[in-house]
């Protein structure tokens, strides 16, 4: 059983670089056919893909958060993180991390809830 879980602060200020860690279990993120992402889910509104990992280290974008955000990974310690810099209050959300090999079976984190405030 492939699980997911986010870690990092919960409150940061405007203009910090935000920096969540996915720590995997059950399978290496490395493992063929996985992809893995970010996603997140500012209050009152919907579900919004970040960017992405591939298996073999590809990575994608979405266009909204392309300028601002960075995805790596860790292969010793089984992680993935999301780097988003130049934070405003509006980057205040919930978010997530997930992945999947099968697109109809996605596993995702429990959630974290990042607040950006002075």
């Known amino acids: 059983q492939v699980q997911l879980r986010e870690s990092g602060p919960g409150l940061v200020k405007p203009s910090q670089t935000l920096s969540l860690i996915c720590t995997v279990s059950?399978?290496?993120?490395?493992?063929?056919?996985?992809?893995w992402g970010w996603i997140r889910q500012p209050p009152g509104k919907g579900l919004e893909w970040m960017t992405g990992?591939?298996?073999?280290?590809?990575?994608y974008y979405s266009p909204s958060f392309k300028s601002r955000a960075s995805i790596f990974r860790d292969m010793s310690k089984n992680q993935f993180t999301l780097q988003l810099s130049s934070v405003t209050p509006e980057d205040t959300a919930v978010y997530y991390c997930?992945?999947?090999?099968?697109?109809?079976?996605?596993?995702w984190g429990q959630g974290t809830q990042v607040s950006v405030s002075s």
């Open positions: 059950g399978d290496s993120i490395t493992a063929n056919g996985y992809y």
């Open positions: 997930a992945g999947a090999r099968d697109p109809l079976y996605i596993y």
């Open positions: 990992l591939g298996f073999g280290g590809d990575t």
